[in-house]
T-cell receptor
Framework: AQKITQTQPGMFVQEKEAVTLDCTYDTSDQSYGLFWYKQPSSGEMIFLIY??????QNATEGRYSLNFQKARKSANLVISASQLGDSAMYFC?????????????FGAGTRLFVKA | DAGVIQSPRHEVTEMGQEVTLRCKPI?????LFWYRQTMMRGLELLIY????????DSGMPEDRFSAKMPNASFSTLKIQPSEPRDSAVYFC????????????FGQGTRLTVV
């Protein structure tokens, strides 16, 4: 079955510290993409970072990095130097190809609270 | 480009009424997705289109839900008749036909069925 699992419903982190949000996935496909999105309280979905299944290096985008461990099927998001504006819901997602096209499925999300 | 445009932003309707949600994808994107977000079930993929053709509608909860994409720049999600349990935020997203590109989301439509 194709599935994304985020086991942390909520996380707290002190401002300026780093935090890791967990994500595991399940697929038998060899080619797939992994994404993280941020959803602030305003509701919009903001793309953060992408990792391809064949990429050997972990993706980084500014303060965001993706800790990709293919054998363990995990794609954890690391946010360094947390800021108050990082308080939001974070979704891990997987993009899969099929005969007709690509689809993206999402995990349940982790709500991050950054404390001053 | 203005991004993915959804309308209306908010919809309140009575149980039993027909509801139509609209989406204009980003120009040039050939994949379009409809998602539903609730507290209980998170973000669910309802249906997606590729080049205006529905590819997978297995996420559509019931026959009361239907979606169309008559051309590359417009899609609708219709609920008829609506029920209180359909209350949710409905997102439309579009993407180019590639495994490496992210989906761009609209602002969502918050539907309340009373």
């Amino acid at each position: 079955a194709q599935k994304i699992t985020q086991t942390q419903p909520g996380m707290f982190v002190q401002e300026k510290e780093a935090v890791t949000l967990d994500c595991t996935y399940d697929t038998s496909d060899q080619s797939y993409g992994l994404f993280w999105y941020k959803q602030p309280s305003s509701g919009e979905m903001i793309f953060l970072i992408y990792q391809g299944s064949y990429d050997e290096q972990n993706a980084t985008e500014g303060r965001y990095s993706l800790n990709f461990q293919k054998a363990r099927k995990s794609a954890n998001l690391v946010i360094s130097a947390s800021q108050l504006g990082d308080s939001a819901m974070y979704f891990c997602a997987m993009k899969l190809g099929g005969t007709g096209g690509f689809k993206t499925i999402f995990g349940a999300g982790t709500r991050l609270f950054v404390k001053a | 480009d203005a991004g993915v445009i959804q309308s209306p932003r908010h919809e309140v309707t009575e149980m039993g009424q027909e509801v139509t949600l609209r989406c204009k994808p980003i120009s040039g994107h050939n994949s379009l997705f409809w998602y539903r977000q609730t507290m209980m079930r998170g973000l669910e993929l309802l249906i997606y289109f590729n080049n205006n053709v529905p590819i997978d509608d297995s996420g559509m909860p019931e026959d009361r839900f239907s979606a169309k994409m008559p051309n590359a720049s417009f899609s609708t999600l219709k609920i008829q008749p609506s029920e209180p349990r359909d209350s949710a935020v409905y997102f439309c997203a579009s993407s180019s036909y590639s495994g490496a590109t992210e989906a761009f989301f609209g602002q969502g439509t918050r539907l309340t069925v009373v």
